[in-house]
């Protein structure tokens, strides 16, 4: 069992288990401040309650609109910014400089600038969202369009293809692969984004959630929070590969 | 050129063998002069040494797309692209994505692309090399016997002098580059049809072999392990 590469699943739950359970124990010893580091099963707990009392939907419901937004809107103004820049050189030169700077900062200090223009609320959080996003999928976009293979394009035409079939059946797959190969990412920058927003300023979101976790000291809340964000975006991350390999069948 | 005739231009790296084939076809102007092949350009058909299919699209699709471009609708192009799968072997494999496809296959599929659009004149530029030689073998034998069948005209461009002898009704030696210009023709007097593989055995093979051998190696500049360089 502890070489067949099939079982490693199996090893890690094994272990993780066993680290759980000496962090419990290790708790009930009191050898650990709960203050500090709450103990599984006082984690559990605030996890529970937020679930049982319900208190947790408007918060995930708040999270949810502004990331997915935030990505929705920032894959498509991603997607024509880039083909645009790429098929306009007079638009190249002015787009991607703004981009590259946008690019080279952590874009997340954006979020008080945010909250300021555009209040506490949602919008705020879906712009901070929208900019991680587009900034990343205009990269993939504009690079991806200038490397598409040339010998594809000219296959196409030796075949008697038009512009039209070039677009059709070179460059939006092109993109469309592109765009997919970078779902993933684009899915962990929006959730960072929208997860920033809140903490920043908020009134819900599980953003929102921390923050009022750590002005309170409610540490078991915190743990709880941040182990739901990590559920969450995994769950997210699984379906965008679904998604993904579903449609990259091909490659 | 009349109709059928298969030739073949040979010459050193960088005398614009490719550079012509692309011009025929209009992916390139030419420098000077014209291009005069009195075809419309539907008429012609190009296989490059890479299959340059669609990744994401499967063999019959690939197949299909000149057909559409033709204005053929999509049930007809595909019925069309599965007729020329089986012709060249691939029969029940119009499913798969070229991923999924060994390099010979690629290779059948592109030729099917070309095929299918019954061309009167086929280009090809060195469009073998990337097969290994068993491969590469067959695939020039079936492609010899298609090209006899559907009477094809084919101008080939190799570095590889016996599949340009044993394909070939003449080959052309270009000189060096630039301003390349051809230097010699060679009649290939082995009878057709003929068996491309069986034909390095006819007794004419090797003087002429032979003669296109040192004139290449002239050109390239007096030492044959310069080609080898090239």
Known sequence: MWRNPRLAMLRQAVVLAVLLTLWEMAGRAHLLNPLYMPSPSQIAAALGDLFGSGRIWPHLEATFAAALGGLAIGIVVGIVLGVAAALLPFLAELIEPVMTVLNAIPRVVLAPLFVIWMGVGLASKVALSFILVAVLIFFTVFGGIRQVDRRLVERIVTLGGTRWSLVRHVYLPSVAAWVLGSLKVAVGFAFTGAVVGEFVAASRGLGYLMSFAQSTFNCALMFAVIFLILVVVLVIFAAAGRLEKYLLRWS | ?230
């Not at chain 2, 499913?95 to 009167?120: C, D, E, I, M, W």
Request: proline share 7%; glycine share 8%; no cysteine.
């Open chain 2, 1 to 230: 050129m009349e109709d059928g005739r298969f030739v073949s231009l040979v010459g050193p790296s960088g005398s614009g063998k490719s550079s012509l084939l692309r011009a025929v076809i209009g992916l390139q102007r030419p420098l000077a002069g014209i291009v005069e092949s009195g075809l419309a350009p539907s008429d012609i058909g190009i296989l490059f040494q890479d299959d340059a299919l669609l990744p994401w699209k499967m063999a019959r699709d690939n197949v299909a797309l000149g057909l559409t471009f033709q204005g053929m609708d999509r049930r007809h192009a595909l019925e069309r692209a599965d007729i020329w799968l089986d012709r060249l072997g691939l029969g029940g494999l119009g499913g798969r994505y070229p991923r999924h496809l060994s390099g010979g296959q690629r290779k059948r599929v592109a030729l099917a692309q070309v095929l299918a659009l019954t061309p009167k004149l086929l280009l090809m530029d060195e469009p073998f090399a990337s097969l290994d030689a068993i491969v590469r073998a067959r695939i020039i034998q079936e492609v010899a016997a298609l090209v006899e069948r559907e009477r094809i005209s084919v101008l080939l461009v190799t570095h590889d002098l016996e599949e340009a002898i044993s394909l070939s009704d003449t080959v052309y030696l270009l000189s060096r580059g630039p301003r390349a210009r051809i230097m010699r023709d060679y009649e290939v007097p082995i009878p057709r049809p003929r068996d491309p593989v069986r034909a390095r055995m006819h007794p004419a093979f090797a003087p002429l072999y032979d003669n296109l051998w040192s004139d290449l190696s002239r050109e390239v500049g007096g030492a044959p392990e310069a080609e080898a360089a090239a």
